[in-house]
């Protein structure tokens, strides 16, 4: 039975031990600090008292019996915290990804620009003008007149009454009357991605070409 008087806040401890205390308990202290606060227990009845206060709750603590967990104890915890919005992804993904995204807001900018230009391109195109006649939106390969590879014709009506000799595309294009004119392929293209394919194609060649003339 310990004999010492109960220690009053008056006999505090002023030397600042009682967190050297908690660090000796922790397994914290150096072999030297420890010498020094074991000699200064022996003469502070106030860190005494405190040092074994201190002792008893971890020999209770480690004397209680172990709490069993339910097997759904970490799914409960999930399922408890708040549902991440369709928003927060959106912006979680856009910070972690950012290359990706930069890549995906230009395809879309590109493919918009592309629609745009797909309704609002009326004009008439014909791969291949020498000996063809355009007349307003009709496009006329006339009588005798001998295409020779494939051609394609966009935006318009077309009357083959000469010969093509290849296929022939026709982009938001229809011809005025079916005839066996011609010795290819008729394929005919109204929809938006075929037509950004050819458009594309068509563009890649023109720019090569550019440079087979200089």
């Known amino acids: 039975m310990d004999n010492r008087k109960e220690v009053s806040d008056e006999m505090a401890c002023t030397h600042g031990y009682q967190e050297k205390i908690h660090q000796y308990i922790d397994q914290e202290m150096s072999y030297n600090e420890e010498l020094s606060l074991k000699n200064h227990l022996m003469n502070c009845d106030f860190c005494l008292q405190h040092f074994r ?106 009357e083959i009454k000469g010969h093509v000799n290849g296929n022939v595309t026709l982009v938001n294009s229809e011809l005025a009357q079916a005839n066996n004119n011609i010795s290819g392929e008729i394929v005919q293209v109204n929809r938006f991605l075929k037509w950004a394919a050819i458009r594309f194609s068509r563009q890649v060649s023109d720019f090569f070409q550019q440079f087979s003339y200089q």
């Open 53 to 158: 206060e201190l002792k008893d709750v971890e020999k209770q603590l480690k004397n209680s019996p172990a709490v069993s967990q339910p097997s759904t104890f970490k799914q409960d915890i999930i399922d408890r915290l708040p549902i991440e919005s369709k928003s927060t992804k959106f912006v979680k993904t856009i910070k972690e990804h950012p290359l990706i995204t930069a890549c995906a807001v230009f395809l879309v900018m590109l493919m918009t620009s592309a629609f745009i230009e797909f309704q609002s391109d009326q004009d008439v195109y014909v791969s291949s003008y020498e000996g063809i006649q355009v007349e307003g939106n009709r496009v006329i390969v006339p009588e005798g007149k001998v295409i020779h590879g494939d051609l394609t014709i966009e935006n318009a009506i077309v």
